[in-house]
C-alpha cells in the first residue's frame, strides 16, 4: 500500500461530494419543468421532438400508463439494436470490412445487455462490430437505456412526493428532457475531456504497424471516446475494445483512469440530491448519500489492502509484493502497471458499486478476498450507488423495507417522507428485492448442474462456481463486469468450423439481463403510484427520522445484513473458500 494509493481514494470522495448537489440540483431542475442554463438552446428542440413524435408533456400518466411506455420503448429499442447486429454487413462506416455479423444467439444476448443497461460482452468489440453498430448500436443503445433508467427514478420519486394523485410524470416527456438536458451534453464534455487525455475519436481504418522484431500488426482505433464517455456514465460499461478500460486507447494515464471513476459514480451519486430536492428535504437526500459512500469506500478499501497484499500464493512461490520503485507492489497479476494496485481497486470498486460494469483490470486475477468483495458489492442489490436512476429506486425499495423492520421493532405504523406504508408497498418492495437475488441463484444453480451450462465453465472447484456465479450475479444486477473464465463465445481454432455462440450462455444471461432490469423497475413504478394519492402527514414525537446518522447507521446494518443472508451460501463456497485454501496451503 501507498500512501499515494490513500490520496486517490480521498480525492475521489471529495469530488464526488462536491458534485454531487451540483450535478444532482440541476437533474431535479429538468424534471420540475424547471428553467436551465440550457433551456434556450434546447427548449426549441424539445419542441419539435414533441410536435414529431406526438407527445403532450402536459398530460401525465398513472404507473401503469407510465410502464406500458417504457416497456413499448425499450422493446422498440431492443428490436432495432438486433436488427443492426444481424445486418452488419450492408452498414456504412465498415472500414474493417466485416462480412458477417455475430451468430443469432450472440446478437440475442447482446441486444439484451445494452437495452437492460447490463453491457455484459461476449465478444471482442474491435474485432466483431462495425464503427456503425459500434455507433447506431451500442452507443445510442447506452443514452436511452441510461434514459430509461434516470425516468423511472423521477417517476418514483414523484409517487412519493406528491399527494392526492397517482400521477408520475409522462414518460416520454421525462425519456427525452432525460437525453437532451443531461445525457448528451455531459457526453459531449466528458467526450471532448477523454480526447484531451489522448483517447482517439476517428473513422478512420484501423493502423497497420510492424513491431521491433518485423512482425504486421493492426491497431484497431475508432470512435471510441464518444462511446467511452457514454459507456462510463450510463452504468452500460461495455468498451470499444474487448480489454475494456485496461487498453491504453480507452484509458491512456492516471488522470483519465480517475476522470473515468468519477464519470462512472457521478449521475447515480448525484440522484441523491435529486431526491432531496424532489421531495423538499435534502436532508434525506444526503442520508441515502452518506449510507452508499460508506459502504462504497469500506469495499473498496477492503479491495485495495487485499490486492496491495498479495495472495498466498504468491507469497509461497517467493513472489516479492512489496512496493519498489516503478511499481506499487501486491498483486499485479491482471493489472496494468500505470494503474497500479490502487488505482485498479478503486476502478474495480467503482464499477461493481455501480450499475456500470466497466473494468481496468482482470477480476479473474484478484485475490480471492478482493473478488468476494467484488461480488458482495453487486449483491447488495445495485444500491452502493447503482445505475443511474436504478441505484436510486433500488435503494429506495430498501429503504421502504428497512423503515417497515424498523417500525415493527417499535411497534410503530411505518411511515416515509410522511406517508404510510401499508401491505401493498411492502409486498411490492420485497418483490423488486428479493426477485433478482432469486434469479441469481436459481439460473446459477442451472448453470452449473446442467451439461449445457457447464460448457462455459472454465475451470472447476471454488473458482468455477465463482466465475458462475459471478456471471449471473452480474447479468441480473446489470453491471456487466465479469471474470473472464465463463465464456457464451467460442472463437475459431483449427479444425474447428468458425467462431459460434454457446446458445445456453446466451440465451440465459439474455433473458436473466431482462428480467433483473424490468422487474424491478415496475415494482418501483407499482409502489409509486400506490403512495402517490396517500396524504402526507405530520411528523409527531414518535415519528422515525429518516435523515438522521442513525437511520443511515440502521440502513448500512440491514443492507449488509440482507446482502449476507441471502448470498452467505454461495461467498462461503465459492471466493471465500479459494481464499481459505489458499491460505492454508501457504
Known amino acids: 500500500m501507498t500512501l499515494a494509493g490513500w490520496i486517490q481514494m480521498i480525492a475521489l470522495v471529495a469530488v464526488l461530494t462536491g458534485l454531487t448537489p451540483l450535478v444532482g440540483s440541476y437533474i431535479a431542475r429538468v424534471y420540475q419543468g424547471e428553467r436551465v442554463v440550457l433551456t434556450g438552446v434546447l427548449a426549441p428542440v424539445e419542441r419539435i421532438t414533441h410536435r414529431v413524435l406526438r407527445v403532450t408533456a402536459e398530460v401525465e400518466q398513472d404507473w401503469k400508463e ?5 416497456v413499448l420503448f425499450s422493446a422498440a429499442s431492443w428490436l432495432i439494436l438486433y436488427v443492426i447486429l444481424r445486418t452488419q454487413a450492408i452498414h456504412p462506416f465498415n472500414p474493417q470490412g466485416f462480412t458477417h455479423s455475430g451468430p443469432w444467439d450472440l446478437s440475442f444476448n447482446t441486444a439484451s445487455s445494452f437495452v437492460s443497461n447490463t453491457s455484459w460482452q461476449y465478444y471482442a468489440g474491435e474485432t466483431t462490430l462495425s464503427d456503425f453498430s459500434q455507433m447506431a448500436g451500442i452507443t445510442v443503445a447506452s443514452f436511452t437505456s441510461m434514459a430509461v433508467g434516470m425516468a423511472a427514478a423521477a417517476a418514483m420519486i414523484r409517487g412519493l412526493a406528491r399527494r392526492g394523485t397517482n400521477r408520475l410524470g409522462n414518460f416520454w416527456a421525462d425519456l427525452i428532457r432525460t437525453l437532451l438536458y443531461v445525457l448528451i451534453p455531459l457526453a459531449v464534455v466528458a467526450s471532448l475531456v477523454l480526447v484531451a487525455c489522448g483517447v482517439p475519436q476517428t473513422l478512420e481504418h484501423y493502423l497497420g504497424a510492424r513491431g521491433p522484431t518485423g512482425l504486421a500488426q493492426t491497431i484497431a482505433i475508432g470512435p471510441v471516446a464518444s462511446q467511452e464517455a457514454i459507456k462510463l456514465m450510463s452504468g452500460d460499461g461495455g468498451g470499444f475494445f474487448n480489454t475494456n478500460s485496461a487498453h491504453p486507447f480507452e484509458n491512456p494515464t492516471v488522470v483519465s483512469n480517475f476522470i473515468e471513476i ?4 457521478l449521475v447515480p451519486a448525484a440522484f441523491t440530491a435529486t431526491f432531496g430536492r424532489m421531495v423538499g428535504r435534502p436532508r434525506q437526500g444526503w442520508a441515502l448519500y452518506a449510507a452508499m459512500l460508506a459502504i462504497f469506500v469500506a469495499g473498496t478499501a477492503v479491495i485495495y489492502v487485499a490486492e496491495a497484499h498479495g495472495t498466498p500464493a504468491q507469497h509461497a512461490a517467493g513472489v516479492h509484493t512489496g512496493v519498489i520503485s516503478g511499481s506499487s507492489g501486491g498483486n499485479m497479476e491482471g493489472k496494468e502497471q500505470r494503474f497500479g494496485a ?5 476502478f474495480v470498486g467503482a464499477g461493481t458499486s455501480t450499475g456500470d460494469g466497466a473494468v481496468n483490470s482482470s477480476i479473474e486475477s484478484f485475490t480471492g478476498l478482493g473478488t468476494g468483495v467484488a461480488m458482495a458489492n453487486m449483491m447488495t442489490g445495485e444500491v452502493i450507488f447503482g445505475g443511474p436512476g436504478s441505484g436510486l429506486y433500488g435503494m429506495l425499495l430498501l429503504v421502504v423495507l428497512a423503515v417497515f423492520i424498523a417500525g415493527l421493532m417499535v411497534g410503530r405504523t411505518p411511515e416515509y417522507l410522511g406517508k404510510q406504508l401499508q401491505a401493498r408497498e411492502i ?12 434469479l441469481v441463484l436459481v439460473a446459477a444453480a442451472l448453470a452449473v448442474a446442467t451439461p449445457a451450462g457447464r460448457q462455459s465453465m472454465s475451470t472447476g472447484g471454488p473458482q468455477g462456481l465463482a466465475e458462475s456465479v459471478y456471471a449471473y450475479l452480474s447479468q441480473a444486477q446489470n453491471n456487466g463486469s465479469a471474470m473472464a473464465g465463463y465464456s457464451g463465445f467460442v472463437q475459431p481454432v483449427a479444425g474447428n468450423a468458425g467462431a459460434h455462440g454457446i446458445t445456453y450462455a446466451d440465451l440465459a444471461g439474455g433473458w436473466v439481463m431482462t428480467f433483473g432490469r424490468f422487474v424491478p423497475i415496475l415494482a418501483a413504478l407499482a409502489l409509486a403510484g400506490s403512495l402517490g394519492p396517500r396524504r402526507i402527514a405530520p411528523p409527531g414525537l414518535g415519528t422515525l427520522r429518516t435523515d438522521t446518522p442513525t437511520f443511515v447507521i440502521f440502513l448500512i446494518a440491514f443492507i449488509a445484513i440482507f446482502s ?11 471466493p471465500f473458500a479459494q481464499a481459505l485454501s489458499s491460505q492454508m496451503l501457504h
Open 66 to 70: 407510465y410502464a406500458r411506455s417504457l
Open 262 to 265: 468519477v464519470l462512472m459514480l
Open 342 to 346: 490502487a488505482g485498479s481497486a478503486v
Open 427 to 438: 409486498k411490492l418492495a420485497t418483490l423488486g428485492v428479493l426477485f433478482v437475488p432469486l
Open 564 to 574: 449476507v443472508l441471502t448470498f452467505l451460501t454461495v461467498l462461503v463456497l465459492a
